[in-house]
């Protein structure tokens, strides 16, 4: 198992670790920026002439020590963790696992540092100047800067390593004995293995929905401000992007349009809540030309039955069900 983890960190070296997305109107395809251990690829040119712009610093890789000593770094502990699956050694086992959380930690500070100073240290002559505004992207996850979208995340090599890490610590749970103990304790092994990972990949992918700012959120379709809470809507990808629009037509129009987007969840406001979101699939829809919805699609939800036919006799409106909604507004 630790010759598996010494080959997940040692093939770092090569594949790409980490990847920082944006979308923005003028861009429908999207940027991309792939860093690596001794380099940086995707968009970068494009990223330099946006970066120009807002008085970021223009990114090369020969301006970064960790680009020169970062791939002896990774091959070191990929090397360290096959030669340790040979000496047999528990205490060899968690001196690794230590140093090699320590070089973890350290090298997600130094990658926030980086972040930090390139989006807080501007140009002040340059072309576009926003007072008080600072471009710092997500260390993980996304983050509205301007007009851009920025989705932060560890790409394949990222992913490696943090599993050769958990190979790693697994092989010390198993060599202190700590797993026998929990065993006879538990009796129950799936729950033991299933909730670390868990916990892990619900820590780094959002299911829930997330509150809509009126006034300050745009639509991601029609560019708007959404600024009337009980028509809004929010779309959650598989990768864990988030989208919010002001219109139940807006999402649905953006899926049309993005179809590479693979919804996994969405939301749309409860019409008589204030700001409450609750899951698409499950509402109740009513149609009717005197709910006066922001982009005119005039649809507006309810979490029951009875709740949405009172609401249709008052306006004189029509029943839908998600899939209606989805067929009727695409």
Known sequence: ???????????????????????????????????????LAGDVEII???????????L???????????PYIIGFFGLWTILTAFLQSKRAVIILLICFALFGALAMY??????????????????????????????????????????????????????????????????????????????????FLGLPLALM?????????????????????CKMTIAEEHF???MITEKGRVYKFDDISCLNAFRKDNEDKKMKNAYVHYYPGNNELIPAETAFYIKSSELRSPMAGNIAAFKTKAEANEYKIK?????FDWNSVQQNNR
Not at 8 to 37: H, M, N, T
Not at 48 to 58: R, W
Not at 60 to 70: C, G, K, N, R, S
């Open 232 to 234: 809004a809507a929010e």
């Open 48 to 58: 330099n002439g946006l970066n120009h712009y807002i008085g970021m610093k223009t």
């Open 110 to 191: 130094d990658f926030w540092r980086w972040e930090y100073e390139y989006g807080h240290n501007l140009d002040p002559t340059a072309a576009i100047i926003v007072p008080g505004m600072a471009y710092q992207p997500p260390l993980i996850g996304f983050k509205q800067l301007l007009n851009f979208g920025a989705y932060s995340i560890p790409d394949i090599g990222g992913w490696l390593m943090l599993t050769g890490g958990v190979l790693i610590g697994f092989v010390y749970v198993l060599q202190a004995g700590f797993l026998d103990k929990i065993i006879k304790r538990s009796n129950n092994l799936s729950l």
């Open 1 to 39: 198992m630790l010759i598996l983890a010494g080959l997940c960190i040692f093939s770092a070296v090569f594949l790409p670790i980490w990847r920082i997305e944006l979308d923005a109107p003028q861009y429908p395809e999207g940027l991309g920026l792939l860093i690596y251990a001794s380099r």
């Open 201 to 221: 990949f619900n820590s780094c992918v959002t299911d829930g929905p997330q509150t809509i700012n009126i006034n300050k959120d745009n639509c991601a379709h």
């Open 60 to 70: 090369h890789a020969e301006e970064f020590i960790e680009f020169t000593v970062l």
């Open 315 to 319: 306006l004189k409106g029509e029943f």
